[in-house]
């Protein structure tokens, strides 16, 4: 950065680049691309007729995931590919003795039979190739120590009592007077944004004894961000917003981890001039993914960290008496049913009460680990299937998981929220008849198949949460439903929040729909125009804060 005026305005040299200062390159920077492959089959015959094959292959890749914006003035911050894939496998075959005897008078010919069992495993992981898997140092550039002070006195709206004497100042909470910033050197390019920002509006501000006096532009993190500086889980903005500014880190770390075991077995023989197949395949898969955006990890814990603390809570310890602050009471306002999360789980950490006050970006990432959030919270910072939020691999689930999801607590009161790895089955038996009739070739057969996503969908692909039917609202308040339409159909209404017979709008059942009088209408939008531009059924609890407590209604949708 260069300083710009009167030692508090700065931008980016990057933006003063000329053309005398570019190059054209046959090649990209930065963009490196290794890959591995190997192969092996053996055959083994340890007996006439009967043949045994194995093998497998293995291949790796490691690239440099070119991204345009990187190109100019951070290549050495493009992202990292890494991709691994392998097979194995294993085949028997037994052939029968008359294979081979072109006279046989025998009725089966070429008869054989094989089974095969195939492992195939593939994983990608998309990460910056600096930090990896060190989630909580992606946006760290060093600690933000916050120096507090109460604030001065204020007028309360009662009257406290001590000692005899009636008191109404109170002392009104506290605030952020100035930053001390320490950078780590773990990001040295980003870290001297804040460096020299912070010396050219203060100079000497890292001298030892320095009395910082310029604190308007470092009273808290957030002004220290909106001088040009960059804190914990903040980047540097682009350059001429095209090009990342050096220091940039690639904020997304995804893995995506697929398992297929397969089997098959196949019987073929000749019948006269008939070739006979049957077959039986059978097919599992297993597929995981995790991913989020680490350096968005500060900004979520600083708004965690402090979100269920009232601090300067009114009361009899919150008074001013002669030269003495009474200091307020800090109240710890837990959030109800969603027990400990991230707010909690660092002052267990931290052993501190729940009524204090955390400063996140005064503490190094050794502190933090996924398991301070919640389930909860975590789906607000990024997605899990088959892994926890760790990023360790859970075990494969089935459909009856899917209710745990919305009832399940761990030990600290929390949902769980566990959502366990795909896991489809696929299975098929076929039989074929191939034969020749003169000069003509038929290819028979019959094959039947058969898929199981093996997890929970909706019945009804319209309705997230019970809903009410004709045959329910029938009779209310001497209301008639039209004839033609069924007890089953679904209803519609104008106001979701306050249903009632005088307001529905018509009626579905399956894709079908209807107006209020009953009769066909092949758009739905047609139901919108009175109702604020969306269809809203007729739900069986139209408060939404209670409409998921309704489960045993809710597992009637799926």
């Known amino acids: 950065m260069t300083n710009t005026g009167a030692g508090i305005s700065s931008v980016r040299l990057g933006e003063y680049t000329r053309g005398s200062e570019i190059e054209n390159q046959k090649a990209k920077e930065n963009n490196e691309n290794r ?205 001429y917003s095209m090009w990342t500014s050096p220091g940039t880190v690639f904020n997304r770390y995804r893995i995506f981890d697929n398992d297929q075991l397969r089997g098959t077995l196949q019987f073929s023989t000749d019948i006269k001039n008939h070739n006979i197949i049957l077959g039986v395949e059978a097919e599992q898969t297993v597929e995981r993914g995790y991913g989020l955006g680490p350096v968005g990890l500060w900004g979520s814990m600083r708004n965690l960290a402090n979100s269920k603390l009232f601090e300067g809570v009114q009361g009899p310890n919150t008074y001013v008496a002669g030269d003495t602050i009474y200091f307020p009471d800090n109240a710890y306002l837990p959030t109800p049913d969603d027990g400990n999360g991230f707010y909690e789980n660092l002052r267990d950490q931290l052993n501190l009460p729940y009524t204090s006050y955390v400063d996140i970006l005064s503490y190094n990432p050794e502190t933090f680990n996924m398991d301070l959030f919640s389930p909860d919270e975590f789906q607000d910072l990024g997605f899990a299937f088959g892994y926890d939020q760790n990023g360790k691999r859970i075990e494969a689930g089935s459909s009856s998981d899917f209710y745990k999801y919305f009832s399940e607590k761990n030990e600290k009161g929390a949902f769980k ?9 696929y299975g098929a038996f076929y039989i074929q008849d191939n034969f020749a009739i003169n000069d003509l070739i038929f290819n028979v057969g019959l094959r039947i198949d058969r898929f199981d996503a093996n997890q929970a969908v909706l019945k009804d692909k319209y309705l997230l949460y019970p809903a009410r039917t004709a045959g329910e609202i029938d009779g209310i308040n001497n209301f008639n439903v039209p004839d033609n339409i069924g007890s089953d159909y679904i209803v519609y209404v104008s106001n979701e929040k306050s249903p009632s017979v005088n307001n529905i709008l018509g009626y579905r059942n399956g894709d079908d729909w209807y107006d209020a009088n009953g009769n066909p209408i092949s758009d739905p939008k047609i139901l919108t125009y009175n109702s604020g531009g969306t269809i809203k059924p007729w739900l069986l609890e139209s408060d939404p804060a209670t409409r998921i407590k309704i489960n045993d209604k809710q597992e009637d949708l799926m």
């Open 35 to 239: 890959a591995y492959t190997a192969n092996v089959n053996l055959d083994f015959q340890p007996v006439k007729n009967i043949n045994l094959k194995v093998g497998g292959s293995y291949s790796y890749s490691k690239r440099s995931d070119y991204q345009y914006s990187y190109g100019m003035f951070n290549s050495e911050n493009q992202p990292e590919f890494l991709r691994d894939a392998y097979r194995v496998f294993a085949r028997f075959t037994q052939r029968f003795g008359n294979s081979n005897e072109k006279d046989s008078k025998a009725l089966f010919k070429n008869t054989f039979y094989s089974i095969q069992f195939d492992y195939n495993k593939f994983k990608t992981t998309e990460q910056s190739p600096i930090y990896k898997d060190d989630f909580f140092n992606y946006g760290y550039y060093g600690t933000y120590t916050q120096v507090r002070r109460a604030n001065g006195p204020q007028i309360a709206p009662e009257t406290y009592t001590f000692n005899g004497n009636p008191y109404n100042i109170f002392q009104g909470g506290f605030s952020s007077q100035y930053v001390i910033y320490d950078p780590a050197g773990n990001n040295t390019d980003v870290e001297n944004y804040t460096i020299q920002m912070l010396n050219f509006v203060d100079p000497g501000y890292f001298d030892d004894g320095h009395v910082y006096t310029n604190t308007g532009f470092y009273l808290n993190p957030g002004t220290i961000s909106g001088n040009s500086g960059v804190v914990n889980g903040g980047q540097p903005r682009n350059i």
């Open 417 to 425: 929220r566990v959502v366990p790895a795909w896991s489809p089955t």
